[in-house]
């Protein structure tokens, strides 16, 4: 059976008591693959959301972290402030960090390293810019990026990443990848891995689509060989929706 995950990014988005609830009612769905899902919260709620998924198999985490372990780097957050959170997830390399906070693929990769040493998935974020895409340089730009983000990791280590393809024009925007797009694009950077290790990383990896997925195309998307689940922004701010998307990918 395929591996499957399905990561909830909350984004810069709510607060204590409205993140509590989410939990509260997603936790009373009783989701038979609890396991294979998790939440990515602001560095604030990461705390709280752990202790109020307690006896869950639910998984939770952050969406950034700073590769050095301690020092003067004021507002940042190191791997072992969120090992002590009991943190199984890290998001890594999303576009917004890209565009907006200055994140390069050389910083990636040391935050690849610092995760995997700590034993902390990290869910690595690749994908191009409409423009790179009308001009179709997509595979050629993602291709890059990989090289670039794995550089000096191990086979061993590479398997331990999880990998979301997310086309930056289909996020947020309401336009998702068609699934054949997300499908081309996944088994390509399986292909990638895979040339850059041996068949048997490639085959292991974990790749997930990310970009407007939400409970009406969930799983079509899900259905492909290639994409082992999805990085769901906008639809997992809702409790219903994120765990209709779960359902989805349970019923496969
Ligand atoms: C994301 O930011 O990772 C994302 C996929 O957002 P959305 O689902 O809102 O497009």
Redesign the pocket.
Known sequence: MKKILIAG?W?MNKLSADAEEFIKELRAKNLPNEKDICILAPFTLIAGVGEALEGSEIGFGAQNVHFEESGAFTGEISVPMLKELGVTHCIVG?S?RREYFNETDDTVNRKLMALLAAGITPIL?VGESLEVREGGGEQTFVAGQLIADFSGISASDAAKIVI?Y?PIW????GRTATPEQAEEMCAFIRGVLSGIYDMATGDSLMILY????KPGNAKELLEKPDINGG??????LKADDFAAIAEAAASL
């Open positions: 990014n984004k999303h917004e974020c979301a997310e289909a996020i947020g925007t990310g970009g407007s997925m990085l769901i922004g906008g639809a997992s």
